[in-house]
């Protein structure tokens, strides 16, 4: 059973920007982006809670900004000012939850999406 698609992700040069969405399906709202470079472990990336508050990874801060629509079930990353440090593939994360007390932290999520591939060239 799926419940959160991510779309959006695609090849540009350093500099240049993309926009991330992921749908949610069922009782479950997304509400984290992390990220998974090529031979690394996945790491976070930014959160937004219920109440629309945000957190960002000091490595994207300034340039990535998180954001959802509620009646689209929707979940948005747009990333400004690529670096090719960026490349990896992309996850929205899910919760069953309204709030959750970490959005730093996996564990706090219950579903994954299947990751969409973002790459930047120099």
């Known amino acids: 059973q799926v419940h959160a698609v991510e779309s959006g992700g695609g090849s540009v040069q350093a500099g240049g920007s993309l926009r991330l969405s992921c749908v949610s399906f069922?009782?479950?709202?997304?509400v984290g982006w992390f990220r998974r470079p090529p031979g690394k472990e996945r790491e976070w990336v930014a959160g937004?809670?219920?109440?629309?508050?945000?957190k960002y990874a000091d490595s994207v801060k300034g340039r990535f900004t998180i954001s959802k629509d509620n009646d689209k079930n929707t979940l948005y990353l747009q990333m400004n000012s690529l670096k090719p440090e960026d490349t990896a593939t992309y996850y929205c994360?899910?919760?069953?939850?309204?709030?959750?007390?970490?959005?730093?932290?996996?564990?706090?999520?219950?579903?994954w999406g299947q990751g969409t591939q973002v790459t930047v060239s120099s």
């Open positions: 069922g009782n479950v709202r997304c």
């Open positions: 994360a899910a919760s069953r939850w309204r709030t959750v007390p970490d959005l730093r932290e996996e564990v706090e999520y219950n579903y």
């Open positions: 937004i809670d219920s109440d629309d508050s945000t």
